[in-house]
């Protein structure tokens, strides 16, 4: 199921019908936002048997390419922490030959941003150099950590995610959600499709149920403790987001309705008292910033132990 970037979809769609697909595409945006889900079904478009209802999704072709046993059809990912130089090289072995069933070789690079200098390096000289009946397909959700000259001989594609309210009428119309269920995991996964539905099919609680204690405390002895807990499960800091646009918004005086923790209004409402909005703000900032950071290989001790510095209220 694709849900949104439906412009996308027809950009994609036209490039196909008029045969006139580039050699290589990179689709950027955050995670989970349906880069990958795009990119199969922009496969299956070029390769269809159906050249009417293109993808029809039940030609031996599609279906393939859904169960990865294309002959003129791969996924590469990183092995381990990165793409490895060895991947591409693999990669460059099978592109320069031509297809064994399809119109073209197709080559889906997830997370691209994680090819190591020489993988990059090396992808390089395919992309300069791409072979006619090939496609290459880079994700990824870090553009600026991709190398420029990659960036350039590409066709860059951006996806963006839903707005909120959207998301919230498909979770309450497709799915069945309670509104403030169907609010909470909007906000929580900052309108990336991905994210929302792993959560709706989730049926326990969102994330954390009681206020964050770097949220409260002005203990500054405690930011290490509360840093090495942020390490053991780094998906507190997107929990941790949601809590400070909730101080944000009623720092702020805006409608409620679009907290994420409305339960636990009061509570919040004596927090925003000390908080500044600039500090909420440069708060929230901060936390993104530090995720980058750790998703950049930096020490995530030292980032998150800097994070907790930075969040904590002085007074």
Known sequence: MIIGHQQIIKQLQHAVDIDHVAGAYLFAGMSNVGKETVALYFAKSINCLDLVHRPCDNCLACH??????HPDFQIVRPDGKQIKIDQIR???RQVV????EGRRKLYIITEADRMNLEAAN??????EEPPAKSVLILLTSHLDALLPTIRSRCQIISFQPLPISELVTILTDQFSLSADRAVS???LSQGAFGKALALAEDKGPLGIDHIPEVVTTTDRLSAFRIAEQLGEDLAQLDQLVMWYRD????????????L???N??????KIAKHYSRIHLQSAIKSIFETKKLIERNVNATLALEVLVFKLMRTE
């Open 64 to 69: 393939k390419i859904n169960t990865s046993n």
């Open 90 to 92: 693999q990669l460059q």
């Open 97 to 100: 030959f031509q297809p064994i």
């Open 122 to 127: 090396c992808l390089l000289k395919t992309l």
């Open 185 to 187: 995991i909007a906000t």
């Open 247 to 258: 101080l944000l918004i009623i720092r702020q005086s805006t409608s409620f309705e679009l």
């Open 260 to 262: 994420t923790h409305r």
């Open 264 to 269: 636990h209004l009061e509570s919040l409402q």
